[in-house]
C-alpha cells in the first residue's frame, strides 16, 4: 500500500478514474450525432414518418449522454491545473490554447444547437433543424479533433522547443500538425462512430428479440450494419497506421506493446507475440506463443523490416513503460474487438443478402440478434483499451521524450489527493447508477410512435354535431357570427 503515500502516483489514478469514465460518455454522443444527421436525411427525403420517429427516439439517448459528459469533463480539465500545474505552466502556451479550442469552438458550437435539436421540431423551420441536428454533430466531432490533437502532441511533440522548462512554440500549425495528429483523430473518429452503430444495432436488435416494435427497429439495425460496412474495415486500416507510426516514433511502446524484451535486429525477420505472460521483474515473458516473422508483415507488409525492433531491455527500467502485462493485453483486446466487429458486419450483411433480414422474418435470426446484442458494450471496452494502450505506453513522460510524468505533478499532499479520488470515485459510481437506470427507462419505455408529424395536420370539425353530446364551440366570437 506504499502507493498510498505517493501524491504522483494518486494523481495518475485519479486522472486515469476521471479520464476513463468520462471517455464512455462522448463516445456515443460524437458518433450518434451523426447517426441522428443520417436518420433525420432520410426523414426529410422520404417522408417515410419511422425516420422522423428514429430521430426522436434516439435523441434521447445523445442528451443523456451529453449531460453526463459534460458534467464529467470539466472535473478532467481542470486537473491540469491543481493535479497537473507544472505541466501546464511549462506547455501551457500550446497546451492550454488547444484545449480552449475545444471548448469554445467545438463544445459552444454543440451545446448552442442542441435546444433546437431536441426542442425545435415543431417550432423551426424542417431545413433549420436539420442545420441545427448538423452543427451539433460538427460540435462533437470538432472535440474529437481538438482533444486529439492536443494528446497527439504530447506523444510527438513538434513545432518548438523546451527552453528554460517551458515550451517555446515557433511554428504553431506544425505543432497541431504533429506526427500522430491526422491518424489519431481519424482513430478515434471511427472508434466513436463504430461504437455508436453497435450500440444502436444492439439496442435494436434486442427489440427485434423482444418482437417490440420489430419492424421499426429492423430499419434501424439496417442503417447501423450498413455502416458498419464502411467503417469496420476502415477503423481496422487506420488503427494499422497508427501502429505503424508507433513502430517510429515511440519504439518504448510498440516494445511494451509486444512485450517484447530483446531487439530483432533491421534486415531479419521479426515473430509476433499472440499471447504471453510478460515478467517485468526477470525482464522475460514466463510464457509465449509466438507466430514466425508475423511482426515483419504486421508492420511493413514484409518478411524483414527496414528498421530495428528495439526490445524493452535497450532502456533503463526508469526509461521505459511498466505495466507492460496492462498494455500487452489491453492492446490486444483493442484488436480482438475490431476483428469482431468485422466479422460480426460481414456474418449481417450475407443474411441481409439473403433476405433474412427483412421484417417479416428478422426475428427468426434469434443468433445474429444476441451476437448484435453482445457487441454493444464491446465498442467502449476497445476505446478504453486503446487509450490505456496510448496514455500507459506512453509513461515515463507526458510530454514523450522532453517532460517525464514525476516532474509534472504538482506537489500537493497525498493525504488530500487520496481524499479527492476517493470522493471522484464516490460521485462518479452515483452518476453511472444513474445513468444505467435512466438508459434502462428509456429503452423499457421504448419509442413514442404516436407523436404527431410535423408537417402534416390533423382537421377535426370545430363542432361535434354527434346527437345528445355537447361540445363546445371555441372558435372565436367573430367567426362563430
Same mark, same amino acid.
Given at each position: 500500500?506504499?502507493?498510498?503515500?505517493?501524491?504522483?502516483?494518486?494523481?495518475?489514478?485519479?486522472?486515469?478514474?476521471? &479520464?476513463?469514465?468520462?471517455?464512455?460518455?462522448?463516445?456515443?454522443?460524437?458518433?450518434?450525432?451523426?447517426?441522428?444527421?443520417?436518420?433525420?436525411?432520410?426523414?426529410?427525403?422520404?417522408?417515410?414518418?419511422?425516420?422522423?420517429?428514429?430521430?426522436?427516439?434516439?435523441?434521447?439517448?445523445?442528451?443523456?449522454?451529453?449531460?453526463?459528459?459534460?458534467?464529467?469533463?470539466?472535473?478532467? /480539465?481542470?486537473?491540469?491545473?491543481?493535479?497537473?500545474?507544472?505541466?501546464?505552466?511549462?506547455?501551457?502556451?500550446?497546451?492550454?490554447?488547444?484545449?480552449?479550442?475545444?471548448?469554445?469552438?467545438?463544445?459552444?458550437?454543440?451545446?448552442?444547437?442542441?435546444?433546437?435539436?431536441?426542442?425545435?421540431?415543431?417550432?423551426?423551420?424542417?431545413?433549420?433543424?436539420?442545420?441545427?441536428?448538423?452543427?451539433?454533430?460538427?460540435? &462533437?466531432?470538432?472535440?474529437?479533433?481538438?482533444?486529439?490533437?492536443?494528446?497527439?502532441?504530447?506523444?510527438?511533440?513538434?513545432?518548438?522547443?523546451?527552453?528554460?522548462?517551458?515550451?517555446?512554440?515557433?511554428?504553431?500549425?506544425?505543432?497541431?500538425?504533429?506526427?500522430?495528429? $491526422?491518424?489519431?483523430?481519424?482513430?478515434?473518429?471511427?472508434?466513436?462512430?463504430?461504437?455508436?452503430?453497435?450500440?444502436?444495432?444492439?439496442?435494436?436488435?434486442?427489440?427485434?428479440?423482444?418482437?417490440?416494435?420489430?419492424?421499426?427497429?429492423?430499419?434501424?439495425?439496417?442503417?447501423?450494419?450498413?455502416? &458498419?460496412?464502411?467503417?469496420?474495415?476502415?477503423?481496422?486500416?487506420?488503427?494499422?497506421?497508427?501502429?505503424?507510426? $508507433?513502430?517510429?516514433?515511440?519504439?518504448?511502446?510498440?516494445?511494451?506493446?509486444?512485450?517484447?524484451?530483446?531487439?530483432?535486429?533491421?534486415?531479419?525477420?521479426?515473430?509476433?507475440?499472440?499471447? &504471453?505472460?510478460?515478467? /517485468?521483474?526477470?525482464?522475460?515473458?514466463?510464457?509465449?506463443?509466438?507466430?514466425?516473422?508475423?511482426?515483419?508483415?504486421?508492420?511493413?507488409?514484409?518478411?524483414?523490416?527496414?528498421?530495428? $525492433?528495439?526490445?524493452?531491455?535497450?532502456?533503463?527500467?526508469?526509461?521505459?513503460?511498466?505495466?507492460?502485462?496492462?498494455?500487452?493485453?489491453?492492446?490486444?483486446?483493442?484488436?480482438?474487438?475490431?476483428?469482431?466487429?468485422?466479422?460480426?458486419?460481414?456474418?449481417?450483411?450475407?443474411?441481409?443478402?439473403?433476405?433474412?433480414?427483412?421484417?417479416?422474418?428478422?426475428?427468426?435470426?434469434?443468433?445474429?440478434?444476441?451476437?448484435?446484442?453482445?457487441?454493444?458494450?464491446?465498442?467502449?471496452?476497445?476505446?478504453?483499451?486503446?487509450?490505456?494502450?496510448?496514455?500507459?505506453?506512453?509513461?515515463?513522460?507526458?510530454?514523450?521524450?522532453?517532460?517525464?510524468?514525476?516532474?509534472?505533478?504538482?506537489?500537493?499532499?497525498?493525504?488530500?489527493?487520496?481524499?479527492?479520488?476517493?470522493?471522484?470515485?464516490? $460521485?462518479?459510481?452515483?452518476?453511472?447508477?444513474?445513468?444505467?437506470?435512466?438508459?434502462?427507462?428509456?429503452?423499457?419505455?421504448?419509442?413514442?410512435?404516436?407523436?404527431?408529424?410535423?408537417?402534416?395536420?390533423?382537421?377535426?370539425?370545430?363542432?361535434?354535431?354527434?346527437?345528445?353530446?355537447?361540445?363546445?364551440?371555441?372558435?372565436?366570437? /367573430?367567426?362563430? /357570427?
Amino acid at each position: 500500500m506504499e502507493f498510498l503515500s505517493d501524491s504522483v502516483v494518486l494523481s495518475r489514478m485519479q486522472f486515469a478514474l476521471t &479520464a476513463i469514465f468520462h471517455m464512455l460518455w462522448p463516445v456515443l454522443t460524437t458518433g450518434m450525432g451523426i447517426y441522428l444527421v443520417i436518420v433525420e436525411g432520410i426523414w426529410l427525403k422520404t417522408k417515410n414518418p419511422d425516420y422522423y420517429l428514429h430521430a426522436r427516439f434516439w435523441s434521447k439517448f445523445y442528451v443523456l449522454n451529453f449531460g453526463i459528459g459534460v458534467a464529467t469533463g470539466i472535473p478532467m /480539465e481542470f486537473q491540469f491545473g491543481t493535479n497537473w500545474a507544472p505541466f501546464s505552466e511549462a506547455v501551457g502556451n500550446f497546451f492550454g490554447s488547444v484545449i480552449g479550442f475545444e471548448a469554445s469552438w467545438a463544445f459552444m458550437l454543440e451545446a448552442a444547437f442542441l435546444g433546437i435539436m431536441l426542442f425545435g421540431w415543431e417550432r423551426v423551420n424542417p431545413a433549420i433543424h436539420y442545420l441545427s441536428t448538423i452543427l451539433v454533430a460538427v460540435g &462533437a466531432n470538432l472535440s474529437t479533433v481538438w482533444i486529439l490533437t492536443a494528446n497527439s502532441w504530447m506523444q510527438t511533440p513538434a513545432g518548438g522547443e523546451l527552453v528554460n522548462g517551458k515550451f517555446v512554440v515557433h511554428d504553431y500549425f506544425q505543432a497541431i500538425l504533429n506526427p500522430f495528429m $491526422v491518424n489519431s483523430v481519424l482513430h478515434m473518429f471511427f472508434a466513436t462512430l463504430e461504437t455508436s452503430l453497435f450500440v444502436i444495432g444492439g439496442i435494436s436488435a434486442w427489440y427485434i428479440l423482444q418482437q417490440h416494435h420489430a419492424e421499426f427497429f429492423a430499419k434501424s439495425l439496417k442503417i447501423a450494419l450498413a455502416a &458498419a460496412i464502411a467503417v469496420a474495415p476502415l477503423q481496422i486500416y487506420i488503427g494499422h497506421l497508427s501502429g505503424e507510426q $508507433v513502430y517510429h516514433y515511440q519504439p518504448t511502446k510498440l516494445a511494451a506493446m509486444e512485450a517484447q524484451w530483446e531487439s530483432t535486429p533491421a534486415g531479419q525477420p521479426a515473430d509476433w507475440s499472440l499471447l &504471453a505472460i510478460p515478467n /517485468e521483474k526477470a525482464e522475460k515473458n514466463d510464457w509465449e506463443i509466438t507466430i514466425p516473422n508475423a511482426l515483419g508483415y504486421i508492420l511493413e507488409f514484409q518478411q524483414n523490416l527496414s528498421e530495428p $525492433v528495439r526490445g524493452l531491455k535497450e532502456w533503463k527500467p526508469s526509461d521505459r513503460p511498466h505495466m507492460v502485462g496492462l498494455i500487452y493485453y489491453a492492446f490486444r483486446t483493442m484488436i480482438g474487438i475490431g476483428f469482431f466487429f468485422v466479422g460480426l458486419m460481414l456474418l449481417s450483411t450475407l443474411q441481409w443478402l439473403r433476405g433474412k433480414l427483412a421484417a417479416e422474418n428478422i426475428s427468426q435470426q434469434r443468433w445474429l440478434m444476441w451476437a448484435w446484442v453482445l457487441a454493444a458494450p464491446l465498442g467502449y471496452i476497445a476505446v478504453e483499451s486503446g487509450w490505456i494502450v496510448r496514455c500507459v505506453g506512453r509513461q515515463p513522460w507526458t510530454l514523450y521524450g522532453q517532460i517525464r510524468t514525476v516532474d509534472s505533478a504538482s506537489q500537493l499532499p497525498a493525504s488530500n489527493v487520496l481524499v479527492s479520488l476517493t470522493g471522484f470515485a464516490i $460521485v462518479y459510481t452515483i452518476l453511472f447508477i444513474t445513468a444505467m437506470y435512466f438508459g434502462s427507462r428509456i429503452i423499457r419505455t421504448g419509442p413514442n410512435l404516436e407523436l404527431p408529424i410535423p408537417g402534416t395536420e390533423i382537421t377535426k370539425p370545430a363542432i361535434d354535431t354527434t346527437p345528445g353530446e355537447f361540445i363546445p364551440d371555441e372558435r372565436p366570437v /367573430e367567426a362563430r /357570427e
